[in-house]
């Protein structure tokens, strides 16, 4: 359990008092808190989200178990909670309710504005546990289970399955796809529509930061494309050694068309 | 396009039939299944007089499996035999043979890997729950040990220590087992090796919640096997009861974390005795550093030097159920009003104590903490600071303190010495009735508030103190 990560994006990004236009990330363990709104001296908050219309102590984010929960310490605002990739899932917090359970793995919390607007941020909660499929059944609790586990449903299952598609048909022992390779082969899926190749880079970073924790060396500069490509080849190197993306994962992928892949398929 | 079936319902949990024959070993019942096997208790039907007659049947079906998820089996069994060809050892459960099962009609069992092992009785996980005697559980963490001490000197990891994987045979030893994510030590000092990234989440360090997944796996220590000893212990004493809180592996598991992390103290159960309390609690060390220094061996080492009263007496800390304040720092143990004594004490300045707490106080002392744990500390961790009391006169309670708290180090401003208030023994055991009045800054509410003695390893000359007026 290494607890959420919120992550406030550019624009609204202020934190811990010291004014900056830029995103914010902040990582709490389990037991911790954040609290957020518009803070002043006198109601310091972590997350300072800057808007008039939010209360200086907008509401509070805690940290539980393998969840978070959310407190809205607003008496008037309701907030949302929606999930990026439930297809309109979320959920409604309403004023004053404290701790409410978040079960999202990737949430994105909506305060409503005068303006017609939102500001919003996301919180995300990698320690989601699944079960292994190959279980055997008995107790859950004092079983023995992968310590790394993956949503299969998610978006990011998807773009891992497609980053190792090559090597699970065997056709190319080395090559990893690129990014715009992959937006390219999930373009039929009905999820990614409108997936982007910044959309595709982030998952991947999720899954090397937060899901497996790769170990990669830090570089820097003109190798950063590099490295890039190293993470890739280690994710998919560790999801195959141990068994976390297998041959019947590929039935995720729409079907491939296009020429270039039948042949290579037939060459391979 | 060959798709395999979903392997989660219930057809891979299929029992080999009582008669099945597994080479020279038959099937005579299920025992049960396990995250990634089954196991059939077996007996010999061909073989000499002098081999083991009851058997127990691990059986690895591959089957039914995507072939990276049968190669993950495969490793499972490979780490199992390589290290029954390679280690043997009484506390150890011994690998007989394996056998790769052959059923072209069955396609379930076709492949399936069968270790074939020593028959334990039933494991600690059976005991958990009747809870054992302090004796007992003893002799059990005595021969758990054994096992552990042996594996680590081996230059191994057991990877996976936990109630159900600790067998008792049927004259009551132990024997550890299940081997199936032990892993070699290697490295230039063998101070570590690589394991598949699994385990027990009740059971698995709290640096492995946040362990990078390197390319031969995630790092593993022996101190990894030191945690997991320390949760099995106090389950053992605590009738099934992890020290951590929560409802869920993931609740106890982030409860962990925020023990790890200093947010939180150990508590454990009130039902482990003493001496098995503070061996709990250094196999629980937070850190891999802090708990390395706790091997195997020097627990043996431990557990035999141990006063003997606390093995040959019931024991009454050990009564189930009795639970007792986990507050250990700060918290002082009153025991009973000192009888009023003649005060006799070195006056340096006879006439002071009337106006002394204006201008230059008499004399100054520093604040001791007898909890080592919080004397190198300097962050003011509400958990190492210690109380002022209202009335020396009273028991030393929550509603008797001000709300001004000190730490160690701190050096406090000294009025004059009371010799006979209430009696406090600190944690080590120290016991006096002393009391020194010490100034409050300005704005407590309070001028003067009063510290125990043995909290101070200072004796400045000061006087006396006149007799307190209650303060209530």
């Keep these: ?268 | 396009m060959h798709r395999p079936a979903d392997t989660s319902g219930s057809d891979r949990t299929e029992l080999l039939p009582p008669g099945y024959r597994v080479s020279r070993w038959e099937v005579t019942e299920s025992i049960g299944a396990g995250g990634w096997a089954t196991v059939h208790a077996g007996r010999l039907v061909e073989g000499d007089a002098d081999e083991q007659e009851a058997v127990a049947l691990k059986v690895l079906p591959t089957a039914g499996l995507a072939p990276r998820q049968a190669r993950k089996v495969a490793e499972t069994a490979r780490r199992e035999v390589e290290f029954g060809r390679r280690s043997s050892h009484p506390r150890l459960i011994r690998l007989l043979d394996t056998v790769v099962l052959s059923e072209p009609d069955h396609p379930f069992l076709d492949g399936a890997i069968v270790l074939v092992m020593e028959r334990a009785e039933r494991s600690l996980r059976d005991l958990l729950d009747a809870g054992v005697s302090e004796a007992e559980g003893a002799r059990l963490v005595t021969e758990i040990c054994e096992g552990l001490a042996h594996l680590h000197r081996s230059g191994w990891v057991h990877g996976d220590l936990k109630p159900d994987n600790i067998l008792l045979m049927a004259d009551g030893s132990v024997k550890l087992s299940d081997f199936g994510l032990v892993t070699e030590l290697t490295g230039t000092h063998g101070t570590h090796g690589y394991a598949p990234p699994m385990g027990t989440f009740d059971y698995l360090p709290p640096e492995r919640w946040k362990a990078p997944l390197g390319e031969q796996g995630v790092e593993v220590r022996p101190s990894a096997d030191i945690w997991a000893l320390g949760i099995t212990i106090h389950e053992l004493f605590a009738s099934g009861a992890s020290p951590f809180p929560g409802a869920t592996p993931m609740a106890r598991g982030a409860a962990t974390q925020e023990y790890a992390d200093g947010r939180a103290p150990l508590r454990l159960d009130g039902a482990v005795p003493p001496f098995w309390r503070a061996l709990t609690a250094d196999c629980l060390a937070p850190t891999h550093a802090a708990r390395a220094e706790h091997t195997a061996e020097s627990l043996l080492a431990r557990i035999a030097e141990r006063p003997p009263t606390e093995t040959d007496a019931p024991a009454p800390s050990g009564r189930p159920g009795v639970r007792r304040l986990g507050r250990r720092r700060a918290a002082f143990v009153t025991l009973a009003v000192c009888a009023v004594g003649a005060t006799i004490w070195p006056h340096v300045e006879g006439g002071t104590a009337s106006g002394a707490t204006a201008a230059e106080p008499p004399g100054r002392i520093r604040v001791f903490n007898a909890d080592q744990g919080c004397r190198g500390r300097t962050d003011k961790d509400p958990q190492c600071s210690l109380g002022l009391a209202i009335d020396p006169m009273r028991p030393y309670t929550v509603d008797n303190v001000v709300p001004t708290r000190v730490w160690h180090g701190d050096e406090l401003a000294v009025d004059c010495w009371l010799a006979a208030g209430m009696q406090i023994i600190d944690e080590a055991d120290t016991h006096s009735a002393e009391w020194y009045r010490v100034r409050l800054p300005r704005d407590s509410g309070r001028p003067t508030a009063w510290l125990p003695a043995v909290r101070t390893k200072d004796r400045p000359a000061v006087p006396d103190c006149p007799a307190p007026t209650p303060a209530r």
């Design chain 1, 1 to 268: 359990m290494s607890g959420v990560v919120i992550h406030v994006p550019q624009g609204y990004g202020e934190v811990a008092g010291e004014p900056s236009g830029d995103a914010v990330t902040l990582r709490l363990g389990p037991g911790e808190v954040a609290r957020f709104g518009r803070g002043s001296a006198t109601t310091p908050v972590e997350l300072r989200l800057d808007d008039e219309a939010i209360s200086r102590l907008a509401g509070e984010i805690r940290v539980t178990d393998d969840h978070w929960q959310l407190s809205n310490l607003s008496t008037t605002q309701s907030y949302l909670v929606e999930n990026p990739e439930g297809a309109g899932e979320y959920l409604r917090v309403p004023p004053r309710r404290a701790g409410a359970p978040i079960p999202f793995e990737f949430s994105r919390v909506v305060l409503p504005t005068r303006r017609n607007t939102t500001v919003a941020f996301q919180v995300f909660a990698p320690d989601h546990v699944y079960l292994d499929p190959d279980g055997m059944g008995g107790q859950w609790g004092s079983r023995t289970v992968t310590a790394y586990s993956l949503d299969e449903t998610a978006l990011y299952f998807l773009i891992l399955v497609a980053l190792c598609e090559p090597r699970l048909r065997d056709e190319s022992p080395v090559a990893v796809p690129t990014t715009p390779q992959i937006v390219e082969r999930l373009k039929g899926h009905p999820a990614c529509a409108r997936l982007t190749a910044r959309a595709v880079s982030s998952h991947i970073d999720y899954l090397a930061d937060e899901k497996m924790r790769i170990s990669a060396p830090a570089e820097s500069g003109p190798r950063r494309e590099a490295r890039r490509n190293g993470k890739r080849e280690a994710i998919v190197g560790l999801v195959l050694r141990f068994g976390l993306v297998r041959e019947e994962h590929l039935a995720l992928l729409p079907p491939r068309t296009g020429g270039a892949a039948q042949e290579r398929g037939t060459a391979g």
